[in-house]
């Protein structure tokens, strides 16, 4: 398999620990989102949203499909190697998981996407103090929500094992803390992450960890 991932995209970060923890092999493709790569013809013709993550299955019964958007490739990695589990099958379980990943990648990670960000500067005039405010303020509300839906007395967000929702809320929390976003009303989602990084598959998906990271100064 093929990962066309950005080493500080979150949504790449969710696929990478997903494949990760199926102890999946895969090549990392790098897409520099800075840059403008994303916007290459090449890789259009891949992904015509111009975004991260795709997912090229080179071999099996699937081979030579291409999947795009993280939760679809998630659920399809799930679904096809379903050890560990990260979607739960008892529905009402399944429903409580889904709200909690939904709550970052339906209600901030949208707001929080690098095209807004941009396009605040460019279209809006926001200057960078507008632009991160906004940031925090989006990621602020949606983890205020967070922190009621998760389990307070478990290491992970519904029990001992990460699932998807672990792995939505580690990879935004990453970001939250690259905008600075006070985290002192949130201790169960601070404690998850902990967890989630005590484990060596999301570890080693973290940006830091991936071959295209850079330091920024």
């Not at 509300?141 to 029990?159: C, K, M, N």
Request: aromatic fraction near 8%; proline fraction near 8%; glycine fraction near 4%.
């Amino acid at each position: 398999m093929k990962l066309y991932s950005y080493w500080r995209s979150t949504t790449s970060y969710r696929v990478r620990a997903a494949l990760n923890l199926k102890g999946l092999t895969y090549e990392t493709v790098p897409v520099d989102l800075v840059a403008g790569a994303q916007g290459d013809p090449a890789y259009k013709a891949l992904n015509p949203g111009a975004g991260v993550p795709t997912l090229v299955i080179e071999d099996g019964p699937d081979q030579g499909t291409v999947l795009t958007q993280s939760m679809a490739i998630i659920d399809y990695i799930d679904a096809t190697w379903p050890t560990p589990h990260l979607i739960p099958a008892d529905p009402l379980a399944r429903a409580r998981v889904l709200a909690a990943a939904h709550t970052v990648a339906m209600d901030i990670h949208p707001v929080n996407n690098l095209r807004v960000v941009k396009a605040l500067g460019t279209q809006f005039a926001a200057s960078a103090d507008a632009k991160k405010a906004w940031m925090r303020h989006w990621m602020f509300e949606g983890f205020t929500a967070l922190e009621r839906q998760v389990s307070s007395d478990a290491p992970f967000a519904f029990g001992d094992a990460p699932n998807l929702a672990d792995l939505c809320i580690v990879s935004q929390m990453y970001n939250a803390l690259r905008w600075d976003v006070p985290l002192d009303a949130f201790p169960n989602l601070t404690q998850i992450t902990e967890n989630c990084l005590a484990v060596p598959a999301i570890a080693a998906a973290h940006p830091d960890n991936q071959p295209d990271a850079k330091e920024i100064t």
